[in-house]
């Protein structure tokens, strides 16, 4: 993890200086030093370079943070999860943020997209770096935004991306999809649920 993290770090610097540099002579340095990252991160995951330089260094502009957002819903005490196809593990509802919406609006879209239920947003309950939550490692920065939902409609409906749809008490979870969310971050989501006092973050 700490190799990646420098990988990443690497990756940023050679991305801002692609865009603000004026010198040939440094834009040519900075374009060897995103290679130096993108061959480094073959290396480390086995991936095709091919690859990596498309997922990993393809865009540009000042690199920032990706944003995920994640709904948090409850009935009768018990927590909606989805079962997600590409790993058959489960998760909260939710996805990377789209251009053109609000993070909210997001939540209703991905908990309407992945689970067949209409929802309304109640409150911010967490924002946290996914590098400091005990996820496996990403070759991206996220940013991830938890928020506290209501049902107001709808009913249990698979989709593309999910098989199942199902609600789970705390002490009975499923085996979580671990890229998307941690058993850590759904117990502090229940207990910020229970005494919604104050917004988690880091």
């Given at each position: 993890?700490d190799?990646?993290?420098?990988i990443?770090?690497?990756?940023?610097?050679?991305?801002g200086?692609?865009?603000?540099?004026?010198?040939?002579?440094?834009?040519?340095?900075y374009?060897?030093?995103?290679?130096?990252?993108?061959?480094?991160?073959?290396?480390?995951?086995?991936?095709?370079?091919e690859?990596?330089?498309?997922?990993?260094?393809?865009?540009?502009?000042?690199?920032?943070?990706?944003?995920?957002?994640?709904?948090?819903?409850?009935?009768?005490?018990?927590?909606?999860?989805?079962?997600?196809k590409?790993?058959?593990?489960?998760?909260?509802?939710?996805g990377?943020?789209?251009?053109?919406?609000?993070?909210?609006?997001?939540?209703?879209?991905?908990?309407?997209?992945?689970?067949?239920?209409?929802v309304?947003?109640l409150?911010?309950?967490?924002?946290?770096?996914?590098?400091c939550?005990?996820?496996p490692m990403?070759?991206?920065?996220?940013?991830?935004?938890?928020?506290?939902?209501n049902i107001?409609?709808?009913e249990a409906?698979?989709s593309?991306e999910?098989?199942?749809?199902?609600?789970?008490?705390?002490?009975?979870?499923?085996?979580?999809?671990?890229?998307?969310?941690?058993?850590?971050?759904?117990?502090?989501?229940?207990r910020l649920?229970?005494?919604?006092?104050?917004?988690?973050?880091?």
């Amino acid at each position: 993890m700490d190799i990646l993290a420098y990988i990443k770090r690497i990756q940023a610097i050679a991305q801002g200086g692609l865009t603000y540099s004026q010198s040939e002579y440094d834009l040519e340095r900075y374009e060897e030093l995103r290679q130096i990252s993108v061959e480094m991160l073959a290396k480390l995951s086995n991936e095709p370079i091919e690859k990596i330089k498309i997922e990993f260094a393809s865009e540009k502009g000042y690199q920032t943070p990706k944003v995920d957002v994640r709904a948090v819903c409850f009935k009768d005490n018990k927590i909606l999860l989805v079962k997600e196809k590409s790993d058959g593990k489960w998760s909260l509802p939710g996805g990377w943020c789209d251009v053109g919406y609000s993070p909210s609006q997001m939540a209703i879209k991905e908990v309407w997209e992945e689970s067949g239920y209409k929802v309304e947003v109640l409150k911010l309950l967490a924002l946290y770096d996914k590098e400091c939550h005990g996820h496996p490692m990403d070759i991206y920065h996220v940013y991830k935004l938890f928020f506290l939902c209501n049902i107001v409609g709808g009913e249990a409906k698979s989709s593309i991306e999910t098989s199942e749809i199902d609600f789970f008490s705390m002490e009975e979870l499923p085996e979580l999809s671990l890229n998307r969310n941690t058993y850590e971050q759904l117990e502090k989501v229940y207990r910020l649920y229970k005494n919604p006092t104050h917004t988690d973050f880091d």
